[in-house]
């Protein structure tokens, strides 16, 4: 038979959660609309109806509130969409990596509200810098079957080759998409990169 003590406690560990997932996405939602700097810590507990002693119950900074955010919600599904262009380099179909790339460039429309935040966090965080970094490194790993077909020796250009195909979409769709600096329609841009991306992603035969 449950306790009243132990309901009492369950209770109190639900409503941590939920109060922790809350400061989460109310985050998130600052972010998006005013960017990183520009929002502090008073702001987001002042959204989500708790006190600052509440909020550093949870988090130690608004950054590892943006930590919370990437290793929850965008970078799991940045893992996938690699994980899922191992399989497509694994077939070995130009046509399926257009595909990928096609899809890669609506993730990038669906989660485009953030970038500026990340960028902000990034120049203005030193440990935000790691955390990116680090997220950069963990997409190789979603990569077994691409590394596995390099030779050892050359296992750390493979990787660099993921990395500068990460930084290349991120670079092309802030001047395409958010800066306006480049005039192209979203398909002309997926065969492009596709142009570019799908020979250079080969393993040496």
């Known amino acids: 038979m449950t306790t009243e003590p132990a ?3 369950s209770l109190r560990e639900e409503q941590k959660r939920l109060t922790k997932a809350r400061i989460v996405e109310t985050a998130r939602t600052l972010f998006e609309t005013q960017g990183y700097s520009d929002v502090r810590v008073d702001d987001i507990a002042a959204a989500v109806g708790c006190s600052r002693a509440t909020f550093y119950l949870h988090f130690p900074s608004k950054g590892e509130v943006l930590r919370a955010i990437a290793q929850e919600g ?5 893992r996938d969409f690699y994980a899922d262009l191992d399989r497509v380099l694994t077939i070995g179909s130009r ?3 257009a595909d990928w790339m096609t899809r890669a460039i609506d993730w990038f429309f669906t989660n ?3 970038l500026p935040a990340w960028d902000e966090a990034t120049a203005l965080e030193p440990e935000f810098r790691a955390v990116a970094r680090e997220g950069i490194m963990t997409l190789a790993d979603s ?5 596995a077909r390099w030779p050892e020796h050359r296992r ?5 080759r993921i990395e500068l195909l990460v930084a290349q979409l991120e670079r092309f769709f802030t001047r395409w998409a958010m800066q306006g600096t480049i005039d192209v329609s979203a398909a002309q841009a997926a065969t492009v ?7 250079a992603l080969q393993a040496p035969t």
């Open 7 to 9: 309901r009492r406690g």
């Open 74 to 78: 965008t970078l799991a599904s940045v």
């Open 95 to 97: 046509e399926s990596f």
């Open 112 to 114: 485009k509200d953030m």
């Open 143 to 147: 990569m077994p079957a691409y590394l």
């Open 156 to 160: 750390d250009e493979a990787r660099l």
């Open 193 to 199: 990169l596709t142009d570019v991306w799908f020979p």
